[in-house]
Protein backbone atom coordinates (compact mmCIF):
# COMPACT_ATOMS: atom_id res chain seq x y z
CA UNK A 1 0.00 0.00 0.00
CA UNK A 2 1.37 3.58 -0.73
CA UNK A 3 2.05 5.66 2.28
CA UNK A 4 0.42 8.69 -0.10
CA UNK A 5 -2.21 9.47 2.21
CA UNK A 6 -4.33 12.65 0.92
CA UNK A 7 -6.50 14.52 3.56
CA UNK A 8 -9.81 15.71 1.95
CA UNK A 9 -12.90 17.72 3.57
CA UNK A 10 -15.25 16.39 0.71
CA UNK A 11 -14.65 13.96 -1.65
CA UNK A 12 -17.30 13.46 -4.53
CA UNK A 13 -17.22 10.05 -6.36
CA UNK A 14 -18.63 9.91 -9.60
CA UNK A 15 -20.04 13.02 -12.22
CA UNK A 16 -23.31 13.28 -14.33
CA UNK A 17 -25.76 16.20 -13.61
CA UNK A 18 -25.04 14.75 -9.51
CA UNK A 19 -22.03 14.91 -8.86
CA UNK A 20 -21.13 18.22 -10.90
CA UNK A 21 -24.36 20.02 -9.19
CA UNK A 22 -22.43 18.81 -6.01
CA UNK A 23 -19.41 19.78 -7.01
CA UNK A 24 -20.04 23.15 -8.30
CA UNK A 25 -22.25 24.25 -4.77
CA UNK A 26 -19.74 22.24 -2.53
CA UNK A 27 -16.77 24.41 -4.55
CA UNK A 28 -18.84 27.89 -3.65
CA UNK A 29 -19.06 26.72 -0.01
CA UNK A 30 -15.67 26.81 -0.11
CA UNK A 31 -15.40 22.79 0.93
CA UNK A 32 -12.82 22.22 -1.84
CA UNK A 33 -14.27 19.08 -3.52
CA UNK A 34 -12.18 16.74 -5.24
CA UNK A 35 -13.94 14.72 -7.37
CA UNK A 36 -13.22 10.76 -9.06
CA UNK A 37 -14.87 10.99 -12.22
CA UNK A 38 -15.26 7.54 -13.00
CA UNK A 39 -14.91 5.53 -15.87
CA UNK A 40 -17.93 7.14 -17.73
CA UNK A 41 -17.11 11.02 -16.63
CA UNK A 42 -20.56 12.61 -17.08
CA UNK A 43 -22.87 9.47 -17.04
CA UNK A 44 -25.40 8.44 -18.94
CA UNK A 45 -25.66 11.89 -20.67
CA UNK A 46 -22.42 11.20 -22.26
CA UNK A 47 -24.19 8.28 -24.71
CA UNK A 48 -27.32 10.60 -24.95
CA UNK A 49 -28.26 12.26 -27.93
CA UNK A 50 -30.29 15.86 -28.16
CA UNK A 51 -31.84 16.38 -24.45
CA UNK A 52 -34.94 18.73 -24.86
CA UNK A 53 -36.12 18.43 -21.37
CA UNK A 54 -33.52 20.06 -19.37
CA UNK A 55 -35.02 23.34 -18.10
CA UNK A 56 -32.95 26.91 -19.87
CA UNK A 57 -32.32 25.25 -23.12
CA UNK A 58 -35.31 26.16 -24.98
CA UNK A 59 -33.17 24.63 -28.44
CA UNK A 60 -32.19 21.58 -26.71
CA UNK A 61 -28.91 20.50 -26.24
CA UNK A 62 -26.78 17.15 -26.90
CA UNK A 63 -26.05 15.37 -23.83
CA UNK A 64 -22.09 15.24 -24.04
CA UNK A 65 -22.20 19.43 -24.73
CA UNK A 66 -23.66 19.67 -21.18
CA UNK A 67 -22.02 17.70 -18.92
CA UNK A 68 -19.04 19.33 -20.63
CA UNK A 69 -20.19 22.48 -19.55
CA UNK A 70 -21.06 21.18 -16.07
CA UNK A 71 -17.58 20.10 -15.85
CA UNK A 72 -16.35 23.31 -17.03
CA UNK A 73 -18.89 25.59 -13.99
CA UNK A 74 -17.45 22.61 -11.49
CA UNK A 75 -13.79 23.53 -12.67
CA UNK A 76 -14.15 27.21 -12.75
CA UNK A 77 -15.44 27.66 -8.91
CA UNK A 78 -12.28 25.19 -7.90
CA UNK A 79 -13.37 21.59 -7.98
CA UNK A 80 -10.47 19.17 -8.54
CA UNK A 81 -11.73 16.44 -10.91
CA UNK A 82 -9.62 13.41 -11.44
CA UNK A 83 -10.53 11.28 -14.20
CA UNK A 84 -10.36 7.88 -11.77
CA UNK A 85 -11.93 5.52 -9.93
CA UNK A 86 -12.63 4.86 -6.27
CA UNK A 87 -11.68 1.66 -5.79
CA UNK A 88 -13.01 0.47 -2.11
CA UNK A 89 -14.10 2.56 1.14
CA UNK A 90 -14.67 1.37 4.55
CA UNK A 91 -16.66 3.66 6.14
CA UNK A 92 -16.47 1.71 9.67
CA UNK A 93 -15.59 4.07 12.25
CA UNK A 94 -16.14 7.89 12.24
CA UNK A 95 -15.00 9.96 9.93
CA UNK A 96 -12.52 10.74 8.22
CA UNK A 97 -13.17 7.55 6.12
CA UNK A 98 -10.37 6.02 4.51
CA UNK A 99 -10.82 5.53 0.94
CA UNK A 100 -8.68 3.99 -2.14
CA UNK A 101 -8.64 5.72 -5.37
CA UNK A 102 -7.14 3.35 -8.50
CA UNK A 103 -6.25 1.28 -6.55
CA UNK A 104 -2.86 2.54 -4.47
CA UNK A 105 -3.67 5.96 -3.76
CA UNK A 106 -5.24 6.62 0.28
CA UNK A 107 -7.65 8.80 0.89
CA UNK A 108 -9.16 10.26 4.19
CA UNK A 109 -12.43 12.03 3.75
CA UNK A 110 -14.25 14.67 6.09
CA UNK A 111 -17.49 14.10 3.67
CA UNK A 112 -18.37 12.12 0.80
CA UNK A 113 -21.08 12.44 -1.85
CA UNK A 114 -21.89 9.25 -3.62
CA UNK A 115 -22.61 10.27 -7.00
CA UNK A 116 -22.13 6.93 -8.91
CA UNK A 117 -25.48 6.90 -10.83
CA UNK A 118 -27.23 3.76 -12.79
CA UNK A 119 -26.29 1.81 -15.86
CA UNK A 120 -29.35 0.79 -18.12
CA UNK A 121 -29.32 -2.97 -18.57
CA UNK A 122 -28.95 -3.95 -22.35
CA UNK A 123 -30.07 -6.92 -24.13
CA UNK A 124 -26.46 -7.36 -25.64
CA UNK A 125 -26.78 -7.73 -29.25
CA UNK A 126 -24.16 -5.59 -31.51
CA UNK A 127 -27.01 -3.71 -33.10
CA UNK A 128 -28.42 -2.07 -30.00
CA UNK A 129 -24.77 -0.68 -29.52
CA UNK A 130 -24.03 0.52 -32.88
CA UNK A 131 -27.74 2.23 -33.08
CA UNK A 132 -27.67 3.80 -29.49
CA UNK A 133 -28.61 7.45 -29.60
CA UNK A 134 -29.71 6.33 -33.68
CA UNK A 135 -33.11 5.25 -32.53
CA UNK A 136 -32.37 2.97 -29.50
CA UNK A 137 -32.73 4.24 -26.26
CA UNK A 138 -33.22 2.95 -22.22
CA UNK A 139 -35.39 5.57 -21.29
CA UNK A 140 -38.47 6.75 -23.11
CA UNK A 141 -39.21 9.54 -20.98
CA UNK A 142 -36.28 11.27 -22.34
CA UNK A 143 -36.33 10.45 -26.05
CA UNK A 144 -39.93 9.51 -26.61
CA UNK A 145 -40.60 12.78 -28.15
CA UNK A 146 -38.18 12.71 -31.15
CA UNK A 147 -40.98 9.28 -32.56
CA UNK A 148 -43.88 11.56 -31.98
CA UNK A 149 -46.87 10.18 -34.67
CA UNK A 150 -44.50 7.02 -35.77
CA UNK A 151 -44.16 3.37 -34.76
CA UNK A 152 -41.49 2.01 -31.92
CA UNK A 153 -41.06 -1.27 -29.76
CA UNK A 154 -40.81 -1.61 -26.09
CA UNK A 155 -38.72 -4.52 -24.31
CA UNK A 156 -39.53 -5.80 -20.92
CA UNK A 157 -42.71 -6.54 -19.18
CA UNK A 158 -42.24 -5.16 -15.67
CA UNK A 159 -43.70 -1.94 -13.82
CA UNK A 160 -41.04 0.34 -15.53
CA UNK A 161 -41.70 -1.27 -19.21
CA UNK A 162 -45.55 -0.91 -18.66
CA UNK A 163 -45.14 2.70 -17.38
CA UNK A 164 -42.73 3.57 -20.30
CA UNK A 165 -45.31 2.09 -22.79
CA UNK A 166 -48.53 3.47 -21.82
CA UNK A 167 -46.66 7.05 -22.05
CA UNK A 168 -45.01 5.96 -25.59
CA UNK A 169 -48.49 5.31 -26.62
CA UNK A 170 -49.58 9.21 -25.72
CA UNK A 171 -46.98 10.20 -27.91
CA UNK A 172 -46.40 7.57 -30.69
CA UNK A 173 -48.74 5.82 -33.47
CA UNK A 174 -47.80 2.51 -32.64
CA UNK A 175 -46.00 0.59 -29.63
CA UNK A 176 -44.72 -3.17 -29.70
CA UNK A 177 -44.59 -4.22 -26.37
CA UNK A 178 -42.08 -7.50 -26.73
CA UNK A 179 -42.12 -10.10 -23.56
CA UNK A 180 -40.06 -12.97 -23.32
CA UNK A 181 -42.18 -15.30 -21.12
CA UNK A 182 -46.02 -15.61 -21.90
CA UNK A 183 -46.95 -13.40 -19.03
CA UNK A 184 -45.81 -9.82 -17.54
CA UNK A 185 -43.89 -9.67 -14.49
CA UNK A 186 -45.35 -6.51 -13.86
CA UNK A 187 -48.71 -5.18 -11.47
CA UNK A 188 -52.03 -6.10 -12.70
CA UNK A 189 -52.93 -2.27 -12.37
CA UNK A 190 -50.14 -1.54 -14.98
CA UNK A 191 -50.67 -4.63 -17.19
CA UNK A 192 -54.13 -3.59 -17.16
CA UNK A 193 -53.26 -0.15 -18.50
CA UNK A 194 -51.24 -1.50 -21.11
CA UNK A 195 -53.74 -4.17 -22.10
CA UNK A 196 -56.50 -2.01 -22.55
CA UNK A 197 -54.40 0.90 -24.72
CA UNK A 198 -55.54 0.14 -28.17
CA UNK A 199 -52.20 1.45 -29.56
CA UNK A 200 -49.96 -1.09 -27.40
CA UNK A 201 -49.69 -4.40 -29.39
CA UNK A 202 -48.27 -7.11 -27.04
CA UNK A 203 -45.81 -9.81 -28.74
CA UNK A 204 -45.66 -12.29 -25.77
CA UNK A 205 -42.89 -15.07 -26.11
CA UNK A 206 -40.69 -13.13 -28.29
CA UNK A 207 -37.31 -11.91 -28.08
CA UNK A 208 -35.31 -9.72 -30.05
CA UNK A 209 -32.75 -11.26 -32.48
CA UNK A 210 -31.43 -8.02 -34.47
CA UNK A 211 -32.50 -4.38 -34.52
CA UNK A 212 -32.41 -3.21 -37.80
CA UNK A 213 -30.67 -0.14 -40.07
CA UNK A 214 -27.94 1.40 -40.51
CA UNK A 215 -27.61 4.84 -39.62
CA UNK A 216 -31.05 4.47 -37.95
CA UNK A 217 -33.32 2.35 -36.59
CA UNK A 218 -35.73 0.97 -39.13
CA UNK A 219 -36.83 -2.12 -37.71
CA UNK A 220 -36.39 -5.34 -35.69
CA UNK A 221 -36.14 -9.27 -36.24
CA UNK A 222 -37.71 -10.94 -33.55
CA UNK A 223 -37.80 -14.74 -32.61
CA UNK A 224 -40.42 -16.60 -31.55
CA UNK A 225 -38.91 -18.29 -27.88
CA UNK A 226 -41.37 -21.08 -28.09
CA UNK A 227 -41.20 -22.35 -31.51
CA UNK A 228 -38.20 -19.96 -33.11
CA UNK A 229 -39.99 -18.55 -35.78
CA UNK A 230 -38.27 -15.21 -36.99
CA UNK A 231 -40.55 -12.26 -37.69
CA UNK A 232 -40.06 -8.34 -38.73
CA UNK A 233 -41.83 -5.30 -37.60
CA UNK A 234 -41.02 -1.80 -39.19
CA UNK A 235 -40.10 0.60 -36.61
CA UNK A 236 -38.29 4.01 -36.19
CA UNK A 237 -37.47 3.80 -32.46
CA UNK A 238 -36.17 0.63 -29.95
CA UNK A 239 -36.51 1.24 -26.43
CA UNK A 240 -34.89 -1.41 -23.74
CA UNK A 241 -36.91 -1.53 -20.19
CA UNK A 242 -35.45 -4.27 -18.54
CA UNK A 243 -33.81 -2.64 -15.91
CA UNK A 244 -30.89 -0.20 -14.25
CA UNK A 245 -28.34 -1.36 -11.93
CA UNK A 246 -27.31 1.59 -9.11
CA UNK A 247 -23.30 1.44 -9.61
CA UNK A 248 -23.00 0.94 -5.77
CA UNK A 249 -21.70 -2.41 -5.69
CA UNK A 250 -18.33 -1.01 -3.36
CA UNK A 251 -20.72 0.13 -0.75
CA UNK A 252 -21.85 -2.90 0.05
CA UNK A 253 -21.70 -4.31 3.69
CA UNK A 254 -21.50 -0.30 5.05
CA UNK A 255 -24.43 1.45 3.51
CA UNK A 256 -28.20 0.67 3.29
CA UNK A 257 -29.84 -0.36 0.13
CA UNK A 258 -32.64 -1.86 -1.46
CA UNK A 259 -33.28 -5.30 -2.42
CA UNK A 260 -31.74 -4.18 -6.24
CA UNK A 261 -28.84 -1.94 -4.76
CA UNK A 262 -30.42 1.25 -5.11
CA UNK A 263 -29.15 3.32 -1.77
CA UNK A 264 -31.32 4.36 0.72
CA UNK A 265 -31.42 7.95 2.07
CA UNK A 266 -33.80 9.86 4.71
CA UNK A 267 -36.60 11.09 3.22
CA UNK A 268 -35.79 14.50 2.19
CA UNK A 269 -32.49 14.72 2.50
CA UNK A 270 -29.72 12.79 0.82
CA UNK A 271 -28.37 11.45 4.24
CA UNK A 272 -27.57 7.79 4.28
CA UNK A 273 -27.00 5.81 7.13
CA UNK A 274 -23.39 6.77 7.67
CA UNK A 275 -22.73 9.81 9.30
CA UNK A 276 -21.15 12.23 6.78
CA UNK A 277 -22.10 10.03 3.98
CA UNK A 278 -24.14 11.25 1.32
CA UNK A 279 -26.23 10.10 -1.38
CA UNK A 280 -27.59 11.92 -4.92
CA UNK A 281 -28.33 11.07 -8.13
CA UNK A 282 -29.30 8.04 -9.83
CA UNK A 283 -27.59 6.04 -7.21
CA UNK A 284 -30.39 6.35 -5.02
CA UNK A 285 -33.37 7.47 -7.39
CA UNK A 286 -35.06 4.49 -9.10
CA UNK A 287 -38.34 6.61 -9.45
CA UNK A 288 -38.09 9.86 -11.68
CA UNK A 289 -34.39 9.30 -12.84
CA UNK A 290 -33.87 12.47 -14.91
CA UNK A 291 -31.32 14.75 -15.53
CA UNK A 292 -32.99 17.70 -13.40
CA UNK A 293 -33.56 15.57 -10.63
CA UNK A 294 -29.81 14.38 -10.38
CA UNK A 295 -29.12 18.05 -10.32
CA UNK A 296 -31.59 18.84 -7.95
CA UNK A 297 -30.09 16.27 -5.37
CA UNK A 298 -26.54 16.93 -6.05
CA UNK A 299 -27.38 20.11 -5.04
CA UNK A 300 -29.08 18.34 -1.17
CA UNK A 301 -26.03 16.61 -1.06
CA UNK A 302 -23.78 19.38 -1.27
CA UNK A 303 -25.85 21.51 0.91
CA UNK A 304 -26.23 18.89 4.00
CA UNK A 305 -22.28 18.16 3.64
CA UNK A 306 -21.40 21.80 4.19
CA UNK A 307 -24.36 21.76 7.05
CA UNK A 308 -22.60 18.74 8.32
CA UNK A 309 -19.46 20.01 8.51
CA UNK A 310 -20.52 23.64 9.62
CA UNK A 311 -22.07 21.58 13.17
CA UNK A 312 -19.10 20.04 13.52
CA UNK A 313 -16.58 22.75 13.43
CA UNK A 314 -19.43 24.80 16.19
CA UNK A 315 -19.50 21.92 18.24
Known sequence: MSTNVEHIECLIVGSGPAGYT??????????????????????????????????????????????????????????????????????????????????????????????????????????EEKLNGRGVSACAVCDGFFFRGKDVAIVGAGDTACEEASYLAKICSKVYMIVRRNEFRASKAMVNRVMNTPNIEVLFESET???????????ARLKNTKTGELKEIAISGFFVAIGHHPNTDIFKGFLDMDETGYLKTIPGTSKTNIEAVFACGDAQDKIYRQAVTAAGSGCMAALDAERYLAAKQDA
Open 22 to 127: AAIYAARADLKPVMYAGMQPGGQLTITTDVENYPGYPEGIMGPEMMELFRKQAERFGTDIRYGMITSVDFSGKPPFKLIADENHEILADTVIIATGASAKWLGIPS
Open 209 to 219: DEILGEDKVTG
